[in-house]
């Protein structure tokens, strides 16, 4: 094997890539912000303990661990940052009122997650915490469609679901909740015949609804179909009335209903929700209501929230166009440094061209160039740049 080889799953981030994904990480992270978002940095590795204990146990085979040499415990290099971010809020921070928070780092997976997914997504998000209402489901996922749309992507879906569903079926029946994980994996591969083949050993009517769930998918016309097949408990009512109201208040977004999406059962408690875009097999952003996960660090709370990957985000957009820039001539004269300084600071790509690489091909396509005319450096058009650059006027310095 070659020195340069990474390990599957794993890849570098290109320049152009790389240009585009910090553009995203600064337009969503500054979105965030106006919407009262807060930055926390939680740090890559902690206590495998303390990584695990707020996912429910999910994160479990998703979770590299090693040794801490100082302590002699074991460490997680951490797959998913919200589980941190939950720590902060309810240990740290520990506030009274509502608190929002918004992160970004890079997470790292045992396995991929999806088809063509990377093994260490560099991962973003919101979470609110602290209300119970619907209001904080609502901004989390207008928040969370914003987010898709500020990055330039037009054909998106997004598709709800409400685990109160499954959950009251299986209060109903205990035999069945004697059985909630095999009966949760069979609804997340959406396996009818396995379902049915519970059959023997629950209630008929919980049979029933399970054999069903995986077909109420499609638009919102599944909820009147669902109020018509599912029991009339009134935990399902409550829950399909939440999935209406929140789709009352995305008005214009294409939204579809999920009811058999119980991924992350242990974790999420309520509204769950996955963005999908066209031309990628896996879901976009993925999010939801997690209540009372903050009480393994000593603070129960409401909690909602949502992330997504920008190297999945990236990829979904055009390529990266290569950025215009001046051609300035190297030298350490006062006055050429001085004219290089002052377009820098205005924002503008210099590259000064080292001597023997004047037609070295790079990122940027340099449209002008700085020459020194009568005395004065000035910008002008290169009269070599690509047809496509449109030329600055003429600037002195």
């Known amino acids: 094997m070659g020195k340069w080889l990474l390990p599957e799953s794993l890849a ?32 890559l590795v902690e206590y495998l303990d303390s990584l695990l204990s ?58 991929p997650r999806g088809l063509w997914a ?16 619907p209001e904080a489901d609502i901004e989390v996922l207008q928040l969370a469609l914003e987010s898709v749309r500020r990055a330039g992507v037009a054909d998106y879906r997004i598709d709800l679901s409400h685990l109160d569903v499954v959950r009251a079926l299986l209060e109903t029946d205990p035999a069945a909740a004697a059985r909630a994980d095999e009966i949760f994996n069979l609804l997340r591969e959406k396996d009818v015949p396995g379902l049915a ?56 977004v294409d939204i579809g209903i999920d009811l058999a999406d119980v991924r992350s059962f242990n974790y999420h408690t309520g509204v769950v929700f996955a963005v999908y875009c066209g031309g990628w097999p896996n879901a976009v952003v993925r999010g939801g209501r997690y209540d009372d996960v903050g009480r393994v660090f000593g603070r129960a709370r409401p909690a909602t929230g949502f992330s997504l990957d920008l190297r999945e985000l990236a990829g979904l957009l055009a390529p990266a166009t ?39 091909q790079q990122e940027f396509v340099c449209d002008r160039e700085l020459v020194l005319r009568n005395g004065a450096w000035r910008v002008e058009p290169l009269a070599s740049a690509e047809p496509a650059a449109r030329p600055s006027p003429s600037t002195a310095i």
């Open 118 to 133: 990377t093994r260490e997504p560099l991962q973003i998000g919101a979470e609110l915490y602290g209300h119970a209402g």
């Open 322 to 360: 290569a950025s215009s820039a001046v051609r300035a001539p190297w030298g350490l004269e006062p006055d050429l440094a001085q004219a290089v300084r002052a377009l820098r600071a205005a924002g503008q790509i210099v590259v000064q061209i080292l001597p023997g690489h004047e037609h070295d």
């Open 54 to 111: 707020a996912s429910g146990g999910d994160m479990d085979l998703h979770t590299f661990k090693l040794v801490d040499q100082m302590s002699g415990r074991s460490l997680g290099i951490r797959a998913d940052m919200t589980p941190q971010v939950t720590r902060i809020d309810a240990h740290l921070l520990n506030r009274a009122g509502t608190t929002r928070l918004c992160y970004c780092g890079s997470v790292l997976h045992t396995l």
């Open 197 to 252: 083949a519970l059959g023997p050993d629950l209630a008929p009517a919980t049979t029933q609804a399970l054999q069903v769930l995986p077909t109420l998918y499609g638009d919102l016309d599944v909820l009147e179909k669902a109020r018509a097949v599912l029991p009339a408990l009134p935990r399902i009512s409550q829950a399909l009335d939440m999935l209406a109201a929140l789709a009352k208040a995305l008005p214009g």
């Open 12 to 43: 570098d981030i290109l320049p152009a890539e790389a240009r585009r994904i910090e553009e995203l990480r600064r337009l969503l992270l500054d979105l965030y912000r106006t919407y009262g978002y807060e930055l926390v940095m939680p740090p």
